[in-house]
């Protein structure tokens, strides 16, 4: 039989699992950690890569805008629309000159396959043990939270997106690229 103890850390950790899929930003938020300062520099990071060629880092990125998007689970339904809405539009990423990043607790293995499966042309970056996630405010163990973030040449932050809707987020991506580099 169950102890009460026992069914209460059940229920807790079922009700935080089903914040992360239904992206309750504002208990979600509150527990992946503390967001990175617009304005400031980007925290820094290096993951393997789906495609097998070794790691990516932030400093790679240097001179161009950079889109890093925080997801929870490859093969799932709200981040397989996200992903394939930024491949949709990843011609007008790169005629703005800005590269596009995922990143989750998945494995190379699983980016590998989901990028095979869906199509998907950026790469998806393995953060296993939520490192990056958590530097990014962005963790809520196992999962990596649905946050994005836009990142400028210099490698400055310049804004987050906690609050994401997979049908519409990257063109929200794209019209804030647009304000930022007339600025």
């Keep these: 039989m169950l102890s009460y103890r026992k069914i209460l850390t059940t229920l807790l950790v079922s009700c935080l699992t089903l914040m992360v899929w239904l992206n309750f930003v504002p208990a979600a938020a509150a527990l992946g950690g503390t967001q990175p300062t617009?304005?400031?520099?980007?925290?820094?990071?290096?993951?393997?890569?789906?495609?097998?060629?070794?790691?990516?880092?932030?400093?790679?990125?240097?001179?161009?805008?950079?889109?890093?998007y925080f997801y929870p689970k490859d093969f799932t339904s709200g981040c397989t629309l996200e992903a394939r809405k930024f491949q949709q539009d990843l011609p007008k990423y790169i005629e703005i000159n800005t590269q596009i990043l995922g990143i989750s607790a998945d494995d190379v293995d699983s980016h590998a396959k989901f990028c095979d499966a869906e199509g998907l042309k950026f790469p998806l970056l393995a953060d296993t043990d939520g490192a990056v996630s958590k530097a990014y405010g962005s963790w809520l163990s196992p999962y990596s939270l649905r946050h994005t973030y836009i990142i400028d040449p210099n490698g400055i932050l310049r804004e987050k997106?906690?609050?994401?809707?997979?049908?519409?987020?990257?063109?929200?991506?794209?019209?804030?690229?647009?304000?930022?580099?007339?600025?």
Aim: proline content about 9%.
């Design 161 to 183: 997106f906690l609050g994401v809707r997979p049908p519409i987020h990257s063109q929200e991506v794209l019209d804030r690229l647009d304000e930022l580099q007339v600025l």
């Design 38 to 68: 617009i304005g400031e520099p980007a925290p820094a990071f290096t993951l393997p890569t789906n495609s097998g060629d070794g790691e990516i880092s932030l400093r790679d990125y240097r001179g161009q805008w950079l889109v890093v």
